[in-house]
């Protein structure tokens, strides 16, 4: 990306209660379980979309994103990870992407496990967890939306990305120790990774519920502390390490 120009893409989002077109319940073909982006995910698993619904408001985004910007998005991501929850949803964003947005790249993020710190969650979950399962214990299952995420990615017949992506998501990244291994390891490979982190925010949760927006806050202020350090700089100078974007 040159400095003369800034890459702007458009984060779709089909899970909040109000969308742009529509009310987010009206999107699926099954009452309301959760009250959260948990029930877009547990009607995608399910097939309970209304598909058209859902296109008219794909739709809809593009077009105020146009108006905004007066141009098409130069890429597409969903939020809560929409795009990969199932192989209709994704064709379905893609046949948009063509008719309406040139085929920009659509981001299909894969959790790596194997670099997430809660190893033991992950291993607990087990194999043959179902996928109804794991959207139930999204919000109170450490690691439920990571096992999620990588089985709905890898069951969708469609072009994987090049990149991994690793996730801080819900307070998986805690520690700066943590993180000064995760990137330590990641400096040693030729592979190309992206390393997203949550802000905190103003989750409405009750005590019982580990995500809180302490922790969202914590974990950024550690990526910060962590990426800025002299011993990740002098690591990153030794190294093939590059900054593709930041």
Known sequence: MSS???SI??????TSSQLTAYAGEVLLKEALKYHDKRDFWYAAVNDNIDYQRVESEISHQIKIFK???HKAPDHLDGHNHIQISNQQVYDLIQKINASECGNVPLRTPYENRALHACQQNLRDLGNDAKLSQLVHDMRSV???????YEKAYERLAAPKCAYKFIGTLYGHVRTRKYLFRLIKQLAHTYDTYELMVHPGMNLRTDQKNPFSSSQRFGELLNILIVVWSVRIASLFRKTSVRFVKF
């Not at 893409?9 to 089909?14: A, P, R």
């Not at 450490?142 to 999620?148: E, F, G, K, N």
Request: glycine fraction near 6%; charged fraction near 15%; charge should be negative.
């Open 67 to 69: 108006d905004i910007f």
């Open 142 to 148: 450490q690691s439920a939306d990571i096992v999620l």
């Open 4 to 6: 003369s120009y800034a």
């Open 9 to 14: 893409g458009l984060h779709i989002d089909l």
